[in-house]
């Protein structure tokens, strides 16, 4: 059973970077055809995507959110992290991270994490 | 401004049906396949639906998804009180290159 868990600071001021780390168990990241997503949930808000990374590293990204989002991975840790910079208040939400077998298996988001709330203030 | 659209609220009694819809372009449910996530505050969005009508393991056949031209639909029978959360839908964005979710749908049950 895969499962997901997101991890980093709960908290980030204004103009600063947002570093989120997610760990994946009970597969190996690097194995399978399979993107690895994060998205987000404002509060009162529905769900945004922000971008994903392939096995190979490739990355797709919200062109909303693209100038400011890098998507990494660290297989030899078994995770993904999600960076975004200059934050504002507009940034503060749920983020999830979440399995995405692609769009050619079409299975949709078959496993998530439980979600960490991220407050940019100062 | 989400790039599907479905309406904020639906409800129903229990053991009523209720349907959901989402509403899209020919860049994202008229061309791709359409999924439904159920969300309840505080814990994770569950896959209800991939490829605009298949259940994955463990969905009862209560849920049931379509779809026609650029819009989708999600219906529930047999309404239950936990069937109360948030429903979301969305698909692959050709234009964007990217995923895309609708609003959310809040479905209370009455």
């Known amino acids: 059973q895969v499962q997901l868990q997101e991890s980093g600071p709960g908290l980030v001021k204004p103009s600063q970077t947002l570093s989120l780390t997610c760990t994946v168990s009970?597969?190996?990241?690097?194995?399978?055809?399979?993107?690895w997503s994060w998205i987000r949930q404002p509060a009162g808000k529905g769900l945004e995507w922000i971008g994903r990374?392939?096995?190979?590293?490739?990355?797709d990204y919200n062109p909303s959110l693209k100038s400011r989002v890098t998507i990494s991975l660290d297989t030899s840790k078994n995770q993904f992290s999600l960076r975004l910079s200059s934050v504002t208040a507009a940034d503060t939400a749920v983020y999830y991270c979440?399995?995405?077998?692609?769009?050619?298996?079409?299975?949709?988001?078959?496993?998530w994490g439980q979600g960490t709330l991220v407050t940019v203030s100062s | 401004q989400s790039v599907l659209t479905q309406p904020p609220s639906a409800s129903g009694t229990p053991g009523q049906r209720v349907t959901i819809s989402c509403s899209g372009s020919?860049?994202?449910?008229?061309?791709?396949?359409v999924y439904w996530y159920q969300h309840l505050p505080g814990t994770a969005p569950k896959l209800l639906i991939y490829?605009?009508?298949q259940r994955p393991s463990g969905v009862p056949d209560r849920f049931s998804g379509s779809k026609s031209g650029t819009s989708a639909s999600l219906a529930i029978s047999g309404l239950r009180s936990d069937d109360e959360a948030d429903y979301y839908c969305?698909?692959?964005?050709?234009?964007?290159?990217?995923?895309?979710f609708g609003g959310g749908t809040k479905l209370t049950v009455l």
């Open positions: 990374i392939y096995t190979t590293g490739s990355t």
């Open positions: 009970g597969g190996s990241i690097s194995s399978g055809s399979y993107y």
């Open positions: 969305a698909g692959w964005d050709d234009s964007l290159s990217g995923w895309v």
């Open positions: 979440a399995r995405d077998p692609g769009v050619v298996a079409a299975r949709g988001f078959d496993y």
């Open positions: 490829r605009n009508n």
């Open positions: 020919s860049s994202n449910i008229g061309n791709n396949f």
